[in-house]
């Protein structure tokens, strides 16, 4: 930490005088309408800013002489206006036409200068401030499920988004695109523990764009990425105070509120500026449990705009628990939600009744807390410090310091016992356990279950996985002539703990279940005590140094990038044995899996190169060839560092990865799109997942490798049919398959998990005066569960629904928006996946375990910009 602290003191006593000239104004419509999160930037420099909620910007430069400053936005022309910059501050009115062309829109994501779309080499899809504060902020799945070449599944929730993108195998969860806030890595290490990388933060009303890039120099700058790159960036301050609330409530008792402040701290003449956010919600659903859900959090910075840069001091905390929805047992053939004892649906066979198991351990009373769900309590501190040497020569610092209380907790999809059904009858329940009798009787009131009512026995998850990290980025930007070349490096250093239980329980076949006795065999309704033990603690130690060359000619733009990246991990295993602890003289009771207290320790390390290569070539001003190439690499999940008898750990190594992309873009006045062919492919892929013991109720982590390939055509468009109606959409076809399987020859030429060959998006969006409407389909075809291929999940659409009517009630742009809001509006029924811890073993029986994807929800909201 000294170390870091000693390089910031260094560059803050750093200073050129040089001139600066201070660019201010508005950016609005031809109406007079704002336009928040405009971008503005002196073409070819650095210097740029974004326009906030009320249209205004300002921002210094020190290029001088005669320059063009540009303006853009999403669905709008590009405007350029000739200043000269001579030290005298410039205040502008900018006026922008609407346009169907949306690759004007700048990049601020994997890219060194800013540049439109339209200007680099690679896939990009970006939301402003508009679309972003008109969503459905709950969940990351909802919010990407427009980007073109992703498949999103929410069937979990509101967090754990599974991402899917083009042409990769089944990794959810952010593993092969990370998650970003303001440039740096929600976390900078996945695989420390299982946990998707969106149960730490929430996004909300203080997010101003969100960037997208797929391939290309996203394997790159900072954490780097084998896919791509998800970057948010927040609101920051300005001259002009503004301040916006916003109100929903919504189905299964869904409230929430947001609130967004921000502006100057200090006088006319203040140099300092403030963006404050928060929320705070509570919901019983998206699927009711019985157990409530609730959090709240808070985001913040200060920014100190020096002489020649920039100071940002950004923060978080979040205190927050939601549930998670895993697959349970659906009707068998139909796949639709089933039937309970009591005649009415299923929706969920979580339940608030299992809140209340307790039992014995070698380490005193255990009491789940299976109820508080997906928890997080913790946030980061992150410092940015930018100064400009001079005009083509640019320092870019980040430190961040994050740490997190953290439970993933949550039920499984059975029993897990090898033979016995899923659902049972009391018969088969006593028979497949060897057992010649027993009571089977209501945990609540005793009362004797009827002689059809049929049986659950599942289990729970608990986890405790507390994290912290600390990581830094420093980039130097060199612009010379036709060049803007930037080196940098990346460090971080990551320790998580990863400490699982697992416990069985007996219920009722119903929604939201009662647990369940059965005399001589279970203890208020838990059938297994201790059923599964883990407990690793896990650090891992990055270090990466990159270089980039963004060459822009006359038609031509070129980049060229380099990075090499070290990993050391240290892994501490507990060991486990059987431990008797009570004397009920019921053996599954008496005895638990347990930490002994001994560990194993182990240590691993690697390193690799990656290399990415594009080109651009502008045909004319509508029309722009492209194409790319990368070699990258992902360092595997530490997790899944296995030892041996004699302590030894497995093998260590990178998993490569090289990708390949040729397109074109297209845009005018009225429409914008592009035409892609991509190649993928994947080699020594090392796949993590936990499976069904089949010698007890336990889970077992079951580690391939495996090389895979996938080719596949993408489109995109966007069409201003009028002022007012314009569409859009994508379509992306792909073949995939498995090249080679180190633990299964079999598996080869099978497709990959949950991976469709066909994806379709199409979105409708009308906006005229004060009205607003959009309504969004995504489809996804079909898919296997599971690598055997045994299993085919059928295609399923959704169609998403949001309409607002703003109201002027006060002076000075003072608005207040009204809007109606709906996931899955036909509730249509699909199912995202089928049981990942049967695997390659389930099969199409009475009841096939599979997750629905979530209901038909809606919201209500009202937001007031005053």
Known sequence: MKKYLFTFLCLFSISVVFSQTKISGTVKDNTGMSIPGANILVVGSTSGTTSDYDGNFQFTTNVTGVQKVQVSYIGFATKIQTVTLNGTAIKLQIVIEESGNTLNEVLLTATSSRRSQKETPMSITSFGVKQLSQANLSSQADILKSVPGITTENGGGEVASNVFVRGLPSGGQFQFNPLQIDGMPVLSTFGLNSSAHDVYFRSDIGMKSLEFVRGGSSVLYGVGSVAGIINYTSETGSMTPKNILKIETGSYAHNKAQFLTSGPLGNDDSTLFYALSGSYRYDEGPIVTGIPTEGYQFRGNIKKETKNGSITVSGQYIDDQVQFFLPYALEGGTRNRPIGNDGNEIMTLQTAAASRISYKTPNGIYNSPIEDGVATKGGYVMVNFVHNFNEDLKLDAKIRNSSYEHQFNLFLDGHGISGAKVVETQAEYLTARGLTGGVFTSLNGGAVLPANARLFENRILDRD?????????????????????????????????????????????????ELVNLSGYTQNGITNRGAGYTNKDITSNKTAIFLTDEIKLVNWNFDIGLRYETVKGRILNEKTASQLVDNTGITNLDNVTWGTGEYQIGEVSADDFAIALASLYKVNDNLSVYGNLSSGYFFPELRGVKFDANNNTS??????IKQAELGLKYGNTRFSGTLATYLVALKDRRSVNFINNTNGPGLVEDVRIYDTQSIGIEATGSYKISDAFSVNGSVTFQDHEVKKSESNPTLVGNKLVRQPNFLNKLGLVYEKSSFDANMDFNYAGEKYANDANTILLDGYGVFDYNMGYTFSVGENDETLRLGFQSFNIFNSEGITEGSPRLGDNQTDEEFFVGRPIIPRTFLLSATFKF
């Open 651 to 656: 093998s260590y190594k990178p998993e490569k």
């Open 465 to 513: 996985r507390p994290i912290s990290e600390l990581v830094s980025e420093i980039k130097l930007t060199k612009t010379a002539g036709n060049h803007t070349i930037t080196g940098g490096t990346f460090m971080s250093r990551s320790k998580a703990g990863d400490f699982n239980v697992i416990t069985s329980y007996l219920s009722e076949y119903n929604d939201q279940p």
